[in-house]
Each structure stands twice: as C-alpha cells, then as structure tokens.
C-alpha cells in the first residue's frame, strides 16, 4: 500500500509502519548480504573460472569502487528527486546485476555484475532518509535502530550463506541467485510499502563535483585494495594517494565555489558529523577486522602452525562468527531504547567501549573456542550499538535535506573503515610468516590490539567531542505525515 500523506498531521496505522520499517530491514539486509556474500567464495569461484585468485578479487574491488562513486550521488538524488524513487532504481538495478553475476561464466561479466551491484550502498543512506520523512519524531530512534542493526545481521548471513552453498565445491552461482531473489522481493516490497514523497532538498546535482568526490575515492579505495599486491611503497600505491589527495583538495575547492554542491564543505566541518563519520571510520575498521581475524584465525591448521582449530569456512561462519551476529541482532530493540532513553553519544560512547573490551579478548585471549567466540559476540555487540547510534546522531546534526547525503558521507567512511582494516589484516597476515610458511599468531594479537586502539581513539574523540544529552528535535510543523513505529 502506497501512502502519499498529502495532508499534514494524518498519521498511518502502526500496521503500516511496521510494514514500512520491515520492508527497509529487508532492504539493509540485501545491502549488506551483497557485501560479505562473495567474500568467502572466492577461492571457490577462481577454480570453478579457472582464473587466479588475484583476477577474481577484482570482483571485491570493482564492488568497492563503484559504491565510492555512487553513494554520495545516490544520496543526494535522494535528498532532490524524493527517496522512494531513487531507492526502487538502485534495487532494480542491483537484480540486475545480481542476475548478471548469477546467469554468467565469464570473468568480466562477472565484475561487470559486481560494479552494478555497487549501487546497493546507496541503500542505507537512502532509508533512513526515509525513515526521517515517514516515522513519528517519538519512534525515529528506535526504527532507525532496528533497520541499522540489519546491517549486521545481513553481513553474517552473507559469510554463512555463502560457506553452505559453496561446501563441498558447490556451485558459486547460487550465491548470486540468493541475491538476485532477495533483491527481488526487497523491490516489490519497497514499491508497496515506501509512500512517495518529493524530495526536501532545492536545487540541482553538482555532476562535476559528483565525478571529483568520485575519482578522489577510487584513488583512495584503489591502492587500499592492491596495495599488498602492488607493494605499499610502489610508484603506483603512492601515486594513487598522491592524487588522491590532490583531487580531494580540488574538490574542497569546487564544492566551496558552486551554489548547490553535491556536499556542502560546511557539512563535512560541523564538529558532531566530523565526529559521527569518524566513528563510522571506526566501525567499519573494527567490523572487517573481526571478519576477517577471526576467520583467518579459525581457519588455521593447528597441527601445523601450532595455534588455530584447523576449521572449514562452514564451521568458521556457522560456529565463530554466527554467535556474534545472532546476539547482536538479538539487541536490536534494546539498541533502540538505548538511543532513545540516554541519547547517541552515550550509545555510541558504550559501542567504544564493548569494542575495546571484545578486541582486547581477542588479542590476549584466542586458544579455546569459547573465548573466541565471547570475543567475537562483544564485537559484534559494540558494532550493533554504533550502528544504532549514528543515524540519529547525524539527524541531531543535518537538516531534513540533508540527511541522505549525510548517511552516504558516513557510509563511505564505513566503507574507508573496511578497506583500511582489510589492507592491514592482509598485510600484517601475509608479511610476518612462519618458516612454513603460515601466519605467526602474534600477527592476529597486533590486528586485534589494532582495532582495539582504534577504537579507543574513536570512544575519546566521541566522549570528549560530542555534546551530551542530544535529543531528537519535535516534528517540524511542515514536516510530512508520519508514522508511529511502535
């Protein structure tokens, strides 16, 4: 059912709203499925194309880089051309590229697909706009909580999912085809439950801008994701952050010259949105970190290596890492309530802190299943409460015309947050060998130890930075209809 809510004050039924935040779940969870879905296939998929290893990870990187490109300009169509219609076009064209990758035995195809399937990080800033536009000022914290907390569950689902499918040499095309129906359904559902809204924002598309920010953050993203192939001191790694920060300079400039900038410099300065997109940083560091850490980890043969619980990539994701990603949907609700009865900053500030604990666990203590397991569920639990945290954070912060392109500034730093935490991990896991050639465990404890003084960072910059007491401010008084998502 479509709600236009063309007359100020109606308020939809709950049963409405409920179906409206459900409907954006869903579509987080299509996000972030999308993002950890191939990760651990990756072997499997180079031996089934008969390709290298390294040729097939362009399906990552690829991945990667067209979401730089395309957050920050799906955000801002979102802000100017009304949020359900830009959503419903990045869904339609994600099947695609879903059914692309799924339909496909060729290598290009295949990345082609993965680039069209970069459009699914527009989602998130997407939704939440959204839910600012639709969900009564009461009830935002909490519904914006739940469908954050979908990113976690979607990126465990991800790993899971994919070791059951790819067991035993499993065909790695149905990874895709789970996307391709989950995408799907998530379009149908968002074309029934998202009321059309015009969007808040005047003004026109800074195209030139759009293509900078974008251009800046490939080079950026680019070496972050080769740079342990291309060697971190190589011409071409430093050549591609030397541009990168030249072009970031460039853009600055631009962004502060034309009258509708694609993001507003004064935007990116305001101390409680520098402050949130840091610990978005943060997050996405510590996120991947655990990912990645403690499979490597678990997947170590111990006979040889003398650490490790020699463990498939099925008994990874199901028995240590499924754990984590269940307790923390388990608190979404309670991430909510958080947020709405203490404010973002003390959430946020309690997410550093569970992160710091789950990450020293992990550095110190890693030789008994248990404790990798209670480890990764404090992770986990610390990134369900920062995801809970920022949006609100961020709606404290931005206008109303703002707010998609706000959560795309945020979701890059996310997506910035994995990339670092992915470089380093490859890095520290390969570069420090035992004379067989396996990973020294001390490797594990500095990633951890890493993540965790990251995380420290992230809670002082938070805890000192941020006002206290931040509320959601009352309804604007021309503020569309909305909904109660109790």
């Given at each position: 059912?479509?709600?236009?809510?063309?007359?100020?004050?109606?308020?939809?039924?709950?049963?409405?709203?409920?179906?409206?935040?459900?409907?954006?779940?869903?579509?987080?969870?299509?996000?972030?499925?999308?993002?950890?879905?191939?990760?651990?296939?990756?072997?499997?998929i180079a031996g089934q194309?008969?390709?290298?290893?390294?040729?097939?990870?362009?399906?990552?990187?690829?991945?990667?880089?067209?979401?730089?490109?395309?957050?920050?300009?799906?955000?801002?169509?979102?802000?100017?051309?009304?949020?359900?219609?830009?959503?419903?076009?990045?869904?339609?064209?994600?099947?695609?590229?879903?059914?692309?990758?799924?339909?496909?035995?060729?290598?290009?195809?295949?990345?082609?697909?993965?680039?069209?399937?970069?459009?699914?990080?527009?989602?998130?800033?997407?939704?939440?706009?959204?839910?600012?536009?639709?969900?009564?000022?009461?009830?935002?914290?909490?519904?914006?909580?739940?469908?954050?907390?979908?990113?976690?569950?979607?990126?465990?689902?991800?790993?899971?999912?994919?070791?059951?499918?790819?067991?035993?040499?499993?065909?790695?095309?149905?990874?895709?085809?789970?996307?391709?129906?989950?995408g799907f359904l998530a379009?149908?559902?968002?074309?029934?439950?998202?009321?059309?809204?015009?969007?808040?924002?005047?003004?026109?598309?800074?195209?030139?801008?759009?293509?900078?920010?974008?251009?800046?953050?490939?080079?950026?993203?680019?070496?972050?994701?080769?740079?342990?192939?291309?060697?971190?001191?190589?011409?071409?790694?430093?050549?591609?952050?030397?541009?990168?920060?030249?072009?970031?300079?460039?853009?600055?400039?631009?962004?502060?010259?034309?009258?509708?900038?694609?993001?507003?410099?004064?935007?990116?300065?305001?101390?409680?949105?520098?402050?949130?997109?840091?610990?978005?940083?943060?997050?996405?560091?510590?996120?991947?970190?655990?990912?990645?850490?403690?499979?490597?980890?678990?997947?170590?043969?111990?006979?040889?290596?003398?650490?490790?619980?020699?463990?498939?990539?099925?008994?990874?994701?199901?028995?240590?890492?499924?754990?984590?990603?269940?307790?923390g949907v388990l608190v979404?609700?309670?991430?909510?309530?958080?947020?709405?009865?203490?404010?973002?900053?003390?959430?946020?500030?309690?997410?550093?802190?569970?992160?710091?604990?789950?990450?020293?666990?992990?550095?110190?203590?890693?030789?008994?299943?248990?404790?990798?397991?209670?480890?990764?569920?404090?992770?986990?639990?610390?990134?369900?409460?920062?995801?809970?945290?920022?949006?609100?954070?961020?709606?404290?912060?931005?206008?109303?015309?703002?707010?998609?392109?706000?959560?795309?500034?945020?979701?890059?730093?996310?997506?910035?947050?994995?990339?670092?935490?992915?470089?380093?991990?490859?890095?520290?896991?390969?570069?420090?060998?035992?004379?067989?050639?396996?990973?020294?465990?001390?490797?594990?404890?500095?990633?951890?130890?890493?993540?965790?003084?990251?995380?420290?960072?992230?809670?002082?910059?938070?805890?000192?930075?941020?006002?206290?007491?931040?509320?959601?401010?009352?309804?604007?008084?021309?503020?569309?209809?909305?909904?109660?998502?109790?």
């Open positions: 059912m479509i709600i236009t809510g063309s007359s100020p004050g109606v308020r939809a039924g709950d049963a409405t709203a409920r179906l409206l935040v459900s409907t954006l779940c869903l579509d987080v969870i299509v996000l972030s499925l999308i993002q950890t879905l191939v990760v651990p296939a990756l072997t499997e194309l008969h390709t290298t290893a390294a040729t097939v990870g362009w399906a990552v990187t690829a991945n990667l880089l067209a979401a730089a490109v395309l957050t920050p300009l799906l955000g801002r169509l979102g802000d100017l051309r009304g949020k359900r219609r830009v959503l419903l076009g990045v869904l339609a064209v994600v099947v695609a590229g879903s059914l692309l990758a799924a339909a496909t035995a060729s290598v290009p195809l295949l990345i082609l697909g993965r680039v069209l399937q970069g459009a699914s990080y527009g989602i998130f800033p997407l939704t939440m706009g959204v839910l600012r536009d639709e969900i009564r000022t009461d009830r935002l914290t909490f519904a914006m909580a739940v469908v954050s907390g979908m990113l976690g569950l979607g990126s465990g689902l991800g790993v899971g999912l994919a070791g059951m499918l790819t067991r035993n040499h499993g065909d790695y095309h149905q990874i895709f085809w789970l996307a391709t129906v989950a379009l149908l559902l968002t074309a029934a439950a998202v009321p059309h809204r015009d969007g808040h924002a005047s003004g026109t598309v800074d195209w030139f801008g759009a293509g900078l920010l974008g251009a800046a953050l490939v080079l950026l993203l680019l070496p972050l994701s080769e740079g342990n192939d291309w060697g971190w001191t190589s011409a071409a790694t430093l050549c591609c952050f030397t541009a990168c920060a030249v072009l970031f300079a460039v853009w600055l400039g631009v962004e502060n010259r034309v009258g509708t900038p694609l993001v507003a410099p004064r935007l990116l300065a305001h101390r409680p949105v520098l402050i949130t997109n840091l610990a978005g940083l943060f997050l996405g560091v510590g996120m991947f970190t655990g990912f990645l850490g403690i499979s490597h980890l678990v997947e170590t043969p111990r006979a040889e290596a003398g650490y490790g619980f020699s463990a498939s990539v099925l008994a990874a994701s199901n028995v240590y890492l499924l754990p984590g990603v269940v307790a979404v609700p309670f991430g909510g309530r958080v947020v709405r009865r203490h404010g973002g900053q003390a959430t946020l500030l309690a997410a550093t802190v569970l992160g710091v604990t789950g990450f020293a666990l992990l550095a110190l203590l890693h030789d008994a299943t248990w404790e990798v397991i209670l480890g990764g569920v404090i992770v986990n639990l610390s990134i369900t409460f920062g995801y809970a945290a920022i949006p609100p954070l961020l709606v404290l912060a931005v206008p109303p015309g703002e707010t998609a392109i706000a959560n795309s500034i945020n979701s890059i730093a996310r997506t910035v947050g994995s990339a670092l935490a992915s470089a380093m991990t490859v890095t520290l896991l390969t570069s420090r060998l035992l004379p067989m050639g396996m990973t020294r465990e001390s490797s594990y404890t500095i990633a951890f130890a890493i993540a965790a003084a990251g995380y420290t960072v992230a809670g002082l910059l938070v805890g000192l930075g941020l006002k206290s007491g931040h509320r959601l401010e009352p309804a604007d008084p021309g503020r569309p209809p909305v909904m109660s998502a109790a």
